[in-house]
Structures are given as C-alpha cells and as structure tokens.
C-alpha cells in the first residue's frame, strides 16, 4: 500500500464510552501489515480511561485495511483453529435451555467455523459478519450487515459471543445495546478483546491499527455493560484463545531507564528485517536477525515466561469477558 493517505477521509471522534471530548495522546504507529505512509495516534480519554484511534479512518473507507488476505489465516493451520474453538466453547459450558437447543449469535463469524463448531455440538446458531468472508456460508443464518442495525427481534438468544471483534468497531456502545436487546433474560454475552492496561497494548506497539479502533479496560467494559443493563460476570486474562506477547520489552526498558520514550521506531521486528533487507522468511532471515541485534534473541527467549507473569497477574494483553442479561431483567437497550 503505497497510497497518499491525504486525499482519504479522517474523522475525530469523541469517547464512545463516556463521550468526552478530552483526551492525551499515547503513541502513534503505522499500519504494520500493510505498511503506507499513514500514521496513527492512539489516545486516551481523560474521564473514563478508554483508548481509541483519533483521528481515524471513517467507515467507508475501512475496506481498504481489510484486503482479502486478511482473512486467508482460517483457511490455514485447521487444528490449530479446531482446538480454538474448543477452549472458546467452554465459556458456554453451562448454558442450558431444558430440553430445546440453546441459541447463539456469533458477532464477527468470518468464515462460520465457530458456529459450525457449537452447531454440531447441539446449538443452534446464527452469525454476523458483513465482510466477503460470508459468501460460501450456506448452512445456518448469516446477517451480512452491520449487528446494530441488523433486524433481529428481542430475546432470540442464549449467548452471544464477539471474538475479537469489539475493537474493530466504529461504534461498540451500539454494539453492547444490540446484544443487550438480543439475549434472552438470563443470557451471556462472551467476548475477548485487547487490554489497554496492558504493557504490550499501552507501550510495545502490539494493536493491530488501524483495524483495532478501540482499546478497552476492565473499568470500560464495565462501563458498557451496565449502561445496557447487563451485569459483569468474570473477566479471564489468558493466552489460550490468542496471543497478544510483550515482544520488545528490553528495549522498552532501555529507552524507560534513560528517561526516553519508547517509539515506534525504536522496536526490533522480524518482519521489518526482512522487508528493509528483501529476505524471505525462514530460518535463515531469523537467524540474520538475532545476529543483527543479539538483545533481540534474549527479548524473544524471555517473553513467555513475562507473558505468564502477566497472566499470573491478571495484566495480560488479551482478555475474555463474560457479561450477563439478569434473568428478571425488563431493562431496555435503547437501540
């Protein structure tokens, strides 16, 4: 991508949790996947504590961060993604609908791999996902359009999940109020997202932006599941389902203990190795590397065991959420 990002259209947003119009600036970074000139500020609002990009691309213009090999890693490593799918099932384990078929709704379904997973576990299941990864989808119900708009009635579901969809959204608080109008009294709500309270998340580059948007906290999410009437159940910092690893945590330290910040630029990737040197992957381009940057063979060797830390902690980058609809609950979710 090698486009001038000046003729695209930026849009500055206030909060979307607390809609406060007063933030600070975090850090800025380019697109890592598809590098351009563009570059992006991530800030923070001073209220409430959620980060976001701002300001950002605005909706019609998203497609061109979505190219079509964004989506080619389902198609890949299917036992990978097969045991995926197992440890996300278990949030739903005791979900129970006396003798009926339990409902989900799988927010940002993708190819449908997840609800085929839970369909022939005995659910019954429906998705939405807008993006062309539908297309071949033709064994259960797809919503092709956006969730807060998509014409579903009340009360049709006994969970819903969102796996790493809620930080891709222009808009989450229209999120939150649709599945809050979706769930059956009694329902859950499971979704994983990123935590900005996190090192990785907050200081080593590790957002996937511009397509992650926003940057959520457990204080945030709490604050949009109450504001729709839904409860917080739990909260899981865990690495099981994916993996967010405090990749250039040495130099972060380095630059913090000299009193510098910590750019951008200042990170050591493999992947910008290969690109500034024209090498392929494999072993070899790994290997020129660590030889280039001998700090960066003892930042990756020790990354797992902070990446427990953290989790050991509860400060991982990567969180599960389980909210609940009350089962007496006549709150309404002002869609």
């Known amino acids: 991508m090698c486009e001038d990002y000046r003729s695209f259209v930026m849009e500055t947003v206030n909060c979307n949790c607390c809609g406060s119009s007063a933030s600070r600036v975090i850090y ?4 890592a996947l598809y590098p351009s000139s563009e570059r992006f500020t991530v800030v923070e609002c001073e209220r409430c504590g959620l980060g976001y990009v701002n300001p950002r691309p605005s909706f019609a213009e998203m497609q061109r961060y979505y190219p079509a090999e964004y989506y080619s890693g389902f198609a890949e490593d299917t036992d990978y993604h097969q045991r995926r799918y197992g440890r996300q099932a278990r949030y739903l384990d005791g979900v129970r609908r006396g003798e009926d078929a339990p ?11 997840f609800p085929r997973f839970m369909k022939a576990r005995g659910w019954d299941v429906e998705g939405v996902e807008f993006s062309t990864a539908t297309r071949s989808i033709t064994d259960f119900k797809i919503y092709r359009e956006d969730f807060a708009r998509a ?7 006994d969970a819903v999940t969102a796996w790493a969809v809620m930080e891709h959204l222009h808009d989450p608080a229209a999120y939150f109020r649709k599945v809050a109008s979706v769930l059956r009294p009694g329902g859950i709500f499971v979704f994983l997202v990123t935590n900005f309270h996190s090192l990785a998340s907050r200081s080593l580059f590790g957002e996937d932006v511009p397509r992650h948007l926003y940057f959520f906290t457990e204080s945030t999410v709490r604050h949009y599941l109450s504001d729709v009437g839904l409860t917080f159940e739990s909260a899981d910092h865990s690495n099981a389902i994916f993996e967010m690893p405090a990749t250039n945590w040495l130099p972060f330290l380095a630059r913090r203990a000299a009193r510098r910040p910590f750019r951008w630029e200042d990170r050591r990737s493999l992947v910008q190795f290969r690109r500034a040197h024209h090498l392929a992957g494999g072993p070899s381009s790994a290997l020129r ?5 001998p700090l960066s063979a003892l930042d990756r060797a020790v990354v797992p065991l902070l990446d427990r830390y953290f989790i050991w902690r ?4 990567i969180v599960t959420y389980v909210g609940r609809k009350p089962a ?3 709150a309404s979710s002002r869609d």
């Open 28 to 31: 800025s970074m380019p697109d």
């Open 151 to 157: 014409p579903i009635a009340p009360s049709q579901y």
């Open 289 to 293: 590397f660590f030889l280039a940057s």
């Open 103 to 113: 409902r989900l709704l799988d927010v940002g379904c993708a190819h449908g791999d």
């Open 328 to 330: 007496s609950s006549a």
């Open 314 to 317: 509860r400060s991982y980058s």
